[in-house]
C-alpha cells in the first residue's frame, strides 16, 4: 500500500477490482486539483462510466452531466459534458503524460477543461504541454489497466466511489 503524505490532495477512487490512490499536484495545477476534490466531495464522480477507454492509451472518464444512472446515464451522450461548474483555464507544466498521469481532458479550446479526466495507460508524451497533467496513480494502477476498453465499451466500468482521502 503507497504511503498518503498529503490526505488533502489524495483522491481514493474505488473501482470494481479495487481501490486506486490519486496523488493531486496542487503545485502543478491548483485549480484542477481543487476541482476534482470539490466534485468528489460532493459525490458527483461516484457511479460514473468510463466511456473511452482505448488499450495502449487511456481510460477517459468523469461526464458528471452523463455517465452515471442519477444524472439520466447515457452512454452515447457520456463524453460530451461537464459539471455545472465553470471551465477551467489550461495549467500546462514541464511535467510529461507517464503511464498512471491523470490529465484533464478536453474540447479542441484548451480552456474547456471541466470535470472529465483521463488515466495514461502507457507513457503519451505526444499529450505533452497540450493537456493539463494534475494528478498521477500512486497505487492499485493494476486496477486502471484492467478498466473494460471501448469508445464506449459495450458495458463501460464506473467509478464507484470517488473521496478525498482527508475525508475518508
Known amino acids: 500500500m503507497a504511503e ?38 460532493a459525490g458527483a464522480y461516484d457511479n460514473v462510466v468510463f466511456h473511452r477507454v482505448i488499450d495502449g492509451f487511456m481510460a477517459q472518464t468523469g461526464d458528471v452531466a452523463h455517465g452515471n444512472a442519477e444524472n439520466g446515464f447515457n452512454i452515447r451522450r457520456a463524453g460530451t459534458g461537464g459539471s455545472d461548474l465553470p471551465d477551467l483555464p489550461a495549467e500546462f507544466s514541464r511535467i510529461p503524460h507517464d503511464r498512471g498521469t491523470l490529465g484533464a481532458a478536453r474540447s479542441q479550446n484548451p480552456n474547456s477543461a471541466n470535470s472529465q479526466f483521463f488515466i495514461n495507460f502507457t507513457d503519451n508524451h505526444f499529450l505533452n504541454g497540450q493537456y493539463t497533467v494534475y494528478g ?13 476498453r471501448g469508445e ?14 482527508a475525508d475518508a
Open 4 to 41: 498518503i503524505k498529503d490526505p488533502e490532495n489524495t483522491i481514493i477512487m474505488e473501482l470494481k477490482d479495487g481501490r486506486v490512490v490519486i496523488e493531486l499536484m496542487p503545485d502543478i495545477a491548483p485549480a484542477h486539483s481543487a476541482r476534482m476534490k470539490e466534485l468528489a466531495r
Open 136 to 148: 498521477r496513480v500512486i497505487e492499485g494502477m493494476e486496477h486502471v489497466d484492467a478498466i473494460t
Open 152 to 165: 464506449p465499451p459495450a458495458n463501460p466500468d464506473r467509478m464507484l466511489s470517488v473521496k478525498v482521502a
